[in-house]
């Protein structure tokens, strides 16, 4: 039971900072503060009036640093209107880095909450096209059977025994870099379906050959029910938790390839943030500027949450 009120108090935690992200994040996902390269984590002070911050000041050297200036003092007002919308926080002055900034001076918690949405789009409408897909091929070839069964099982085989990463990597390739967010986010999307669905289908085939011999079936049969009826009937309702928990277990694994995807150039590109194009491209620039890696923490804890709902949800089988 912990395990489950766990994941999903994490997952929701998740999905409430992507729908709320133009509400949270403080800055846009793009705004750049050139003379705040690398810039750390702002330090959050409180005092009777509330919660304040101090002005930073670079520090003219040759390693990038930053120092308080002690006579700047910034109180944090919420539930402001500002220049890009209604806000939950704004600092009345200078900026709050809540998770520091990037190479480019942007600020790494906005865009973490933006890539929130992208991500988690991506992986969760993956999931549940492969799903889909996969059940209605799965069924089809299992419930009909004969040629038609044989047909679609060699073509699965067949894509079962392609190399599914390079694959992927190549069909990217084949589109130019340059086209419009909206296209790479549908693009990936059937990429991942595509070469996701077949072992899946291959499940749901044997477990469709074996539910069409149940009585209710055969008894559907007589009558003269329509197939894809007594699929939608008889057939998808005694494999709806596996269904289910299928899906959960999908997601981190979409996660994943849209992260390596992106985080190689070929999945979602700048300026637009992704889990993926977020991960630092250097170990150097972890070891300088840790909190450069708080995407890969994410990808961590929503993978980590999901496999521990997805292992509840057998747990109940």
Not at 186 to 193: E, N, P, Q
Not at 210 to 215: A, H, K, P, T
Not at 232 to 245: A, E, S, V
């Amino acid at each position: 039971m912990w395990k489950t009120k766990f994941a999903i108090s994490i997952i929701l935690f998740f999905i409430m900072l992507a729908l709320f992200a133009p509400f949270i994040a403080p800055y846009s996902y793009k705004e750049q503060f050139r003379k705040y390269v690398f810039a750390p984590p702002t330090h959050i002070h409180i005092s009777l009036k509330g919660f304040y911050v101090y002005k930073l000041k670079p520090v003219e050297s040759l390693a990038r640093s930053y120092k308080e200036d002690k006579n700047k003092i910034c109180y944090i007002n919420f539930f402001v209107k500002a220049k890009n919308g209604f806000k939950l926080f704004e600092p009345s002055c200078g900026h709050l880095f809540l998770l520091g900034t990037d190479a480019l001076g942007r600020d790494v918690f906005s865009r973490l909450l933006y890539a929130l949405r992208v991500s988690l789009s991506i992986s969760i409408i993956g999931a549940v096209s492969t799903i889909a897909i996969g059940t209605l091929i799965g069924s089809v070839a299992g419930y009909i059977g004969g040629i038609l069964d044989n047909v679609i099982m060699r073509m699965v085989e067949i894509l079962m025994a392609m190399p599914t990463f390079y694959l992927m990597l190549s069909i990217r390739s084949l589109f130019p870099l340059d086209v419009s967010g909206i296209y790479v986010f549908g693009m990936i999307i059937f990429i991942l379906s595509f070469f996701g669905f077949a072992p899946f289908s291959r499940v749901i085939r044997g477990m469709v050959l074996s539910i069409r011999e149940y009585d209710y079936v055969n008894v559907a049969k007589f009558y003269g029910a329509n197939p894809f009826y007594i699929i939608l009937k008889h057939i998808l309702p005694n494999i709806r938790r596996y269904l289910i928990m299928s899906t959960v277990l999908s997601i981190p694994a979409y996660i994943v390839a849209e992260g390596a995807l992106s985080f190689l150039g070929l999945g979602i590109q700048e300026p637009y943030p992704s889990l993926g194009n977020m991960l630092p491209k250097s170990i150097y620039t972890i070891l300088l500027y840790p909190w450069t890696f708080s995407s890969a923490v994410v990808i961590f804890l929503i993978i980590v949450a999901l496999n521990l709902l997805g292992d509840s949800l057998s747990e109940k089988e």
